[in-house]
Antibody, heavy 121, light 107 residues
């Protein structure tokens, strides 16, 4: 059973950089799956941030692309998110998730429990 | 970006009743790449349906998905107490976007 666990600061100052890590257990980041970050602002819909493959290839939500960096650490079986120039609008629960393999790539079958990140001074 | 609109916003039903949730896209969802998720308070979303009509592993057969093109539906044939939650649709044929959710509450 694949398990994902997000970690990182719960409070980030405006204009700073949000940094989160997703540790994978019960599975390997070297699998053929893609790995994603999704966020949910309080009371709002889910928003896809971006994805990475263990090869290092990435794709991002165009609305966030210029601020997002997603990287992979194969030796630690984890992947990470950096979101720069944050504002209060970036306050959200951040989830990491695994995408289904093959034909249904883009659909999320395993999720972390989520971590709340608040942007405030 | 493909915008997904779910209706109704809230569905008030009793256990044992049938629930039908709608998800409409502003443009065609490629290859019916449409998924449904269930989310309970304080929990991550759980995948129910992918490919518009395929049940994910371990999902009871009272959950079914249908539709194509721009109009999709999730049906729960007989509501169990644990089914009262928020449901989201998601398309993954062109980037990935989510609907705003439908809350299924106990009447």
């Amino acid at each position: 059973q694949v398990q994902l666990q997000e970690s990182g600061p719960g409070l980030v100052k405006p204009s700073g950089t949000l940094s989160l890590t997703c540790a994978i257990s019960g599975g390997s980041i070297r699998s053929s799956n893609w790995w994603s970050w999704v966020r949910q602002p309080p009371g709002k819909r889910l928003e896809w941030i971006g994805e990475i493959h263990h090869s290092g290839n990435t794709n991002h939500n165009p609305s966030l692309k210029s601020r997002v960096t997603i990287s992979v650490d194969k030796s630690k079986n984890q992947f990470s998110l950096k979101l720069s120039s944050v504002t209060a609008a970036d306050t959200a629960v951040y989830y990491c998730a695994r995408e289904m393999d093959g034909f249904n790539w883009g659909c999320f079958d395993y999720w972390g429990q989520g971590t709340l990140v608040t942007v405030s001074s | 970006e493909i915008v997904l609109t779910q209706s109704p916003g809230t569905l008030s039903l009793s256990p044992g009743e049938r629930a039908t949730l709608s998800c409409r896209a502003r443009q065609t969802v490629n290859s019916n790449y449409l998924a449904w998720y269930q989310q309970k308070p304080g929990q991550a979303p759980r995948l129910l349906i992918y490919g518009a009509s395929s049940r994910a592993t371990g999902i009871p057969d009272r959950f079914s998905g249908s539709g194509s093109g721009t109009d999709f539906a999730l049906t729960i044939s007989r509501l169990e107490p644990e089914d009262f939650a928020v449901y989201y649709c998601q398309q993954y044929g062109n980037s990935r976007t989510f609907g705003q959710g439908t809350k299924v509450e106990i009447k």
